[in-house]
Structures are given as structure tokens and as C-alpha cells.
């Protein structure tokens, strides 16, 4: 291999470790406890998701300049669910564009992408997004500890999963100890993703994590 070439395949190495040591910093630290709630953590709902004519009605809303980052988001989220993932990107792209880096609004978005990203199998990416998000807290938001438990069970960082769980745990035992209020604690998740987070709650109970 000639000079030029090892040259290059070296700067490929170092950049491929620099990208994984700013996705591993990334994580958030875990704290005590979470019992912050989150305004930005909830579905974009510019209109109804019910209604039959919604992405008409979020086309509209977007041309009259009304609600235009709610429309654009909760289109990105139809995209997404219907398979067109390079729209729903480019979407909400065009609505992080809108609004300024640490806002509530931005925050809200990243919830939101990293909710379509890993329903549609980019867990990775959904955790980067989560944690970003999470950055822009002042507080500790009770829906960090299940989510990121969640993600990096999928991950298959189960340790680190059981951890985060613990700290829903910590924050609150009678809601968390058990699976039982599952339904109740996480009402936009579906009955795959209660599930899976079950599977974390057994991992915690049969050895829970001492703090810190």
C-alpha cells in the first residue's frame, strides 16, 4: 500500500473512532431522580390524527403559514408511518430548520423523530436524537429513564438498559417496580414496546443495580 493510501486509511480509522466516541459521550449521565414532566414530550397533533382528510388539512396549514412546524412534524410522522422515510427526513429537517436549537419546540422534534426513527428499526439513531433532547432539559424528564431502557435493551446494551430503569425505579417504585400500570405510564407506546420494556423490568427485579 503505497504512502497515500495509508494515509487516507488511517484518517478513515481515526474518523470512524471519532464517531464512535461522540456517539458513546452522547449518553446521558444517570441521576437519582426523574420526576420532571416534559411539555415537549408528546406527539405533534397540528389536526386531529383521526381525521380522514389530516395530511389535506396539514398541507393547508403549511401554505397559510399557520402552525407551520406542528403541520410540517406531524406530516414528517404520516411519512414516516407510511414507509417514506426520506420524506418524513427531509420534513423534519425542514422544521428543525424553523425554529432555534434549543427550544422547546426543537426538543419536541427530536422526541418525535427518535420515535418514528425507531419504529421504523434505527435505534441508534433514535438514541441520538433522545439524548440530544435530553440536553436542552433544565430538569430531569420523567420520560428519559423508560425510553432510553427501552433503546439500549434494542441495543443490546443491557446493562446500561437495566440502569436506566432503575432510575424509573428509584424516582417511582409503586408505578415502576411492576408491569402492571404499563398501559396507564405509557399510553402513546404500543403493545411491542411495552413488551420489550418488560423484558427490562425482569432483568431489573431479578438484580437490581445498586446507587450510585
Aim: no cysteine; glycine share 6%.
Amino acid at each position: 500500500m503505497g504512502v497515500t493510501k495509508r494515509l487516507v486509511a488511517g484518517a478513515l480509522l481515526l474518523a470512524g473512532l471519532f464517531v464512535a466516541n461522540v456517539q458513546a459521550q452522547s449518553l446521558p449521565r444517570i441521576n437519582e431522580f426523574y420526576f420532571d414532566d416534559d411539555v415537549a414530550a408528546k406527539p405533534f397533533h397540528a389536526v386531529p390524527p383521526e381525521q380522514a382528510d389530516a395530511v389535506d388539512q396539514l398541507m393547508k396549514l403549511r401554505e397559510r403559514g399557520r402552525k407551520g412546524v406542528e403541520a410540517t412534524a406531524q406530516l414528517a410522522s404520516i411519512a414516516y408511518r407510511d414507509g417514506r422515510a426520506e420524506l418524513g427526513g427531509k420534513l423534519y429537517d425542514e422544521a428543525m430548520g424553523a425554529v432555534a436549537d434549543t427550544s422547546v419546540q426543537a426538543r419536541s422534534l427530536r422526541w418525535n423523530h427518535g420515535w418514528d426513527l425507531y419504529r421504523r428499526g434505527d435505534a441508534q439513531d433514535a438514541l441520538n436524537l433522545w439524548s440530544k433532547a435530553a440536553e436542552s432539559t433544565r430538569g430531569n424528564p420523567s420520560w428519559l429513564p423508560p425510553t432510553l431502557a427501552l433503546v439500549l435493551w434494542k441495543l443490546e446494551r443491557k446493562d446500561e438498559a437495566v440502569a436506566w430503569y432503575a432510575a424509573a425505579v428509584r424516582t417511582e417504585p409503586g408505578q415502576w417496580s411492576d408491569t402492571s400500570a404499563y398501559a396507564q405510564l405509557l399510553p402513546t407506546w404500543n403493545d411491542a414496546e411495552r413488551t420489550q420494556l418488560s423484558q427490562v423490568q425482569q432483568a431489573w427485579a431479578a438484580n437490581p443495580p445498586a446507587w450510585p
